[in-house]
């Protein structure tokens, strides 16, 4: 399967902003979704947004108007803008890909929001 490689996390104040990028280990074209994950201390993994080679996209509530999710299909990558950040956005990121019949995750990336 893909390997992916997050980066950009880090810790930031309430209302700061990151970028999270999601590089894979080859290229592969058309006819996949990749996406974030996030899992916070206590909480089940959730969607946060993916994003299909299409174009078509998907935002949880949560991260709607704050978070934009971004692709660069000819690298193959796929971004997290997050603005406006909250405490509760705390957790780890993990980037997710569909490609096919496999499914890819990243290791993940730490955000920390403090208050």
């Known amino acids: 399967q893909v390997q992916l490689v997050e980066s950009g996390g880090g810790d930031v104040q309430a209302g700061g902003s990151l970028r999270l990028s999601c590089a894979p280990s080859?290229?592969?074209?058309?006819?996949?979704?990749m996406g974030w994950y996030r899992q916070a201390p206590g909480k089940q993994r959730e969607l946060v947004a993916d994003?299909?080679?299409?174009?078509?996209?998907n935002y949880a509530d949560v991260v709607k108007g704050r978070f934009t999710i971004s692709r660069d299909n000819a690298k193959n990558t796929v971004y997290l803008q997050m603005n406006s950040l909250k405490p509760e956005d705390t957790a780890v990121y993990y980037c997710?890909?569909?490609?096919?019949?496999?499914?890819?995750w990243g290791k993940g990336t730490l955000v920390t929001v403090s208050s």
């Open positions: 080859r290229s592969f074209f058309s006819g996949n979704i």
């Open positions: 994003m299909s080679s299409g174009g078509i996209v």
């Open positions: 997710n890909l569909i490609l096919g019949a496999s499914v890819s």
